[in-house]
């Protein structure tokens, strides 16, 4: 257990639904382009507008993702990127920040690697919030899911348009934190929702759950932003930050000047409309 | 690191797994998306349905006999076994099989499936195009729109089957995420099944995936262990006292043995070795990699301290994978079965020999197979019989063959 007495997650959705907004969730891989940068995007995203933070784990085969994201994870690893980096880059964040919640988020390989309980425990003691892992479902909860919770950090899961009424319920047992609406069948970074739709899955939802829900998966402006915002306590952006990781490098994959400021200046034009 | 344990006391049966949530021992199981899971259960179910209903098994067996050409033929190869001198080596020549491999057993079964599960579209991926070619060719048959996943690094090394292919009726995409190899060419089309999982089946090619498929695809390539026992019972009067097949993701092997696990007979899995298993150009996972978790399920993965899944290497783009399947993983460390390793170089030099001892140009894949029963038949007895699985036809391997040889055609 970590020596936050405090629930970073639940302090910020109580803060969020007392200014009556929906909080932005933003997504970056860790390490992504490389390791300094990354860390320098990191620590700007709070003061741009994001209220919660995933943190990508990068992995070889990100078999749920996009190619942006999927991309990102290559070039974190070919700059020294790894899961104890990513730990390094969540210690060196809670030195200057103590409330904004972090969520790593990935596959379960480098974790199994790294060793499940020394993971749980470094992770919380880093100053890590929770966990979305994308290829453990309920069937596998003995492998990571009891340990993290043991070692006081949130596990998220994702439901999704497939996850059926029988599901649903076995879905949210183990859930705490916040429950991840992921709102097409599909992966990361390509087609979107319509609102109707995610309104309706949300309304079922909280039918049987007291989480915050926060909806993710192709939602890439403000406007859908604004929109997801009215229906749900959270929206996550992901690839569109990514890609505009990627759209500021140069030929060589290297960083341009202008890289963190152009991400942040993004992050602040999504924050605008639900703040 | 290895858990490997010769130690183990046997078991009752080694023809029990896997359990009711898809696990060998620790191996197996369903790591996979949540939008998946449903499906995955869906499949369960409807594969457990159809196991036991005796019209799925009738259709089964009637396009395996009238379409496939099964039985496959048990060959005793005379003037092999007179060259190398020891133990009598026979083939299991599930190369005759329409489309040149075992593959279509597994295809079969599966479109057969998804027939009866109401699935009106097919996904694949392959790596050197065997598996392509066989799911094309039974959407062809069963009037089935078919998508297959190929590596483009593959694409350009396999251009027959990717003709074969398209003259089946099946898109090929070319995957570039990634290396755009087999592994890349899984995840893309694991990427389409989330995206289309109302209609679309996912003809995996071998032993490996979430569960049910490791056991679904064991049982299905069965087949070929099933006749074995049947055939070389009525040649010799008895069970043979040694099996070898190759090992990529193992369906081959995975069938023959399988009828045979719980029997007095020696059992060897021979992975490829590429440039040695010392080097890091190699596709052997059991030899050279460790416990992981991949493409749903838990086996052994080439990968590096992070966890990250690192390149396999083999002559043979079929062995090209760095998992192998869970099943092989458990009789790995339960010592049931032996593992072994041979080069690319000594693949081909057991390639050649196939052709010119019994007139046949064996796949580079069982041609791995064959290196090791060089090596092992001669250290056996005249009186002690040898099967291998000649799991599949060299046709699509001439052009990298004459390049490994120097040879321009």
């Not at chain 1, 190619?67 to 290559?74: D, G, K, N, V, Y």
């Not at chain 2, 027959?160 to 060419?185: C, H, Q, W, Y």
């Not at chain 2, 081959?252 to 060897?268: C, Q, S, T, W, Y």
């Not at chain 2, 990968?303 to 994978?321: F, K």
Request: proline share 5%; net charge negative.
């Amino acid at each position: 257990m970590s020596d936050n007495t405090t629930d970073r997650v639940a302090s910020t959705f109580s803060r969020l639904s007392k200014e009556h907004r929906a909080g932005l969730v933003t997504f970056i891989t860790a390490g992504d382009p490389n390791l300094q940068t990354s860390l320098e995007i990191l620590q700007r995203l709070p003061s741009a507008g994001a209220d919660i933070i995933e943190i990508g784990m990068p992995f070889s085969d990100p078999m749920a993702d996009g190619p942006a994201i999927q991309a990102a994870s290559l070039r974190s690893l070919a700059n020294g990127g790894s899961l104890r980096a990513t730990l390094e880059m969540v210690r060196a964040f809670r030195e200057k920040n103590q409330t904004t919640p972090l969520i790593l988020m990935g596959y379960f390989n480098p974790i199994y690697q790294y060793g499940t309980t020394q993971f749980v425990n470094d992770a919380a003691n880093a100053g890590v919030d929770g966990l979305i892992m994308v290829d453990l479902p309920p069937e596998e909860d003995d492998e990571l899911c009891d340990p993290a919770r043991t070692a006081g950090l949130h596990w998220i899961r994702l439901v999704t348009p497939t996850t059926n009424e029988s599901r649903l319920s076995d879905v949210l047992a183990n859930s705490s934190g916040f429950v991840y609406y992921v709102s097409i069948a599909g992966i990361t970074g390509t087609q979107s929702a319509a609102a109707a739709s995610i309104e309706k899955a949300v309304h079922h939802i909280k039918a049987k759950s007291d989480l915050p829900v926060a909806v993710g998966f192709g939602i890439k402006t403000r406007e859908q932003v604004k929109e997801i915002g009215n229906i749900a306590e959270g929206v996550v952006v992901g690839s569109a930050i990514v890609n505009e990781i990627e759209q500021n490098l140069d030929p060589n994959g290297q960083p341009k000047a202008h890289l963190v400021e152009s991400v942040i200046s993004l992050v602040r034009s999504l924050a605008t409309d639900s703040v | 690191m290895s858990l490997n344990n010769t130690n183990n006391p046997p078991l009752e049966s080694y023809r029990s797994g896997p359990d009711d949530r898809g696990h060998f021992g620790i191996f197996g199981g369903r790591f996979v998306a949540e939008t998946l899971m449903p499906l995955i259960l869906e499949l369960e179910a409807a594969y457990a349905e159809a196991k036991n209903s005796t019209s799925f098994q009738a259709d089964f067996d009637y396009y395996a006999a009238h379409y496939i050409g099964r039985p496959s033929p048990l060959y005793f190869a005379e003037r092999l076994t007179e060259h190398l001198g020891g133990a009598k080596i026979y083939f299991k020549r599930d190369e005759l099989n329409h489309t040149g491999a075992h593959k279509i057993n597994n295809t079969l079964g599966q479109i057969l499936l998804a027939k009866r599960m109401g699935k009106t579209r097919i996904i694949a991926e392959t790596g050197a195009g065997q598996h392509g070619v066989a799911t094309a060719t039974v959407c062809a048959l069963f009037d089935l729109p078919c998508v297959v996943y190929m590596g483009a690094t593959d694409i350009e090394r396999q251009a027959p089957n990717v003709f074969r292919m398209k003259l089946l009726g099946a898109e090929v995409i070319p995957v570039t995420s990634g290396t755009g190899t087999l592994k890349d060419a899984m995840n893309d089309a694991l990427r389409d099944w989330v995206a289309n999982v109302e209609d679309t089946f996912y003809i995996i090619g071998t032993v490996a995936g979430p569960h049910p498929y490791p056991m679904m695809v064991r049982d299905f390539q069965s087949v070929i262990g099933v006749e074995t026992r049947e055939q070389i019972e009525l040649a010799e009067g008895r069970l043979p006292d040694a099996l070898v097949a190759c090992i990529g993701g193992g369906s081959n092997a995975m069938g023959l043995f399988h009828p045979f696990l719980d029997e007095k007979v020696r059992i060897i899995g021979v992975e490829a070795g590429g440039l040695g298993v010392n080097t890091d150009k190699h596709a052997a996972s059991l030899t050279g990699g460790h416990p992981g978790v991949l493409h749903g399920n838990r086996t052994y993965l080439l990968q590096n301290d992070d966890g990250q899944i690192t390149d396999a290497h083999s002559i043979s783009a079929g062995l090209d994978y760095p998992g192998i399947g869970p099943e092989h993983a458990w009789l790995h460390d339960q010592g049931r079965v032996e593992y072994v390793s041979v080069t690319d170089e000594e693949a081909l030099e057991a390639f050649q020999l196939c052709c010119r001892t019994e007139g046949i140009i064996p796949a580079l894949e069982p041609a791995h197979a064959l290196a090791h029963v060089v090596k092992l038949a001669p250290e056996m007895d005249r009186e002690q019989i040898l099967v291998m699985n000649l799991c599949g036809r060299g046709d699509k391997d001439i052009f990298a063959i004459a390049e490994s040889l120097g040879v321009k055609i």
